[in-house]
């Protein structure tokens, strides 16, 4: 039987402290063999291309209000 093993995907080392909620990117560098900053920098260039080019009703919320595509707007 395998044990558990902590495992932050690099987090950590690229200088990020706290909750995140940023589990995908932590996957993708463990999955990968990638460094986590780079696996957060292309995501985010990803995400706000979609933000700012989306005709989807869930990017239009986004658009022209934030800089960072991952924090959700609250009313």
Same mark, same amino acid.
């Given at each position: ?14 200088? %990020?402290?706290? =909750? ?5 990117v932590r996957?993708?560098?463990?999955g990968?063999? +990638? +460094?986590?900053? /780079?696996? %957060?920098?292309?995501l +985010?260039? +990803?995400?706000?291309?979609? /933000?700012? &080019?989306?005709w989807? =009703?869930?990017? &239009?919320?986004?658009?022209? =209000?934030?800089?960072?595509?991952? $924090?959700?707007i $609250?009313?």
């Amino acid at each position: 039987m395998i044990g558990f093993q902590f495992n932050d995907g690099g987090r950590a080392a690229s200088g %990020y402290q706290g =909750r995140a909620g940023d589990c995908v990117v932590r996957a993708i560098a463990i999955g990968g063999g +990638l +460094l986590y900053e /780079r696996v %957060y920098q292309d995501l +985010l260039e +990803l995400a706000v291309m979609h /933000r700012d &080019k989306s005709w989807s =009703r869930l990017a &239009k919320p986004y658009q022209s =209000r934030k800089k960072d595509p991952f $924090t959700p707007i $609250t009313r």
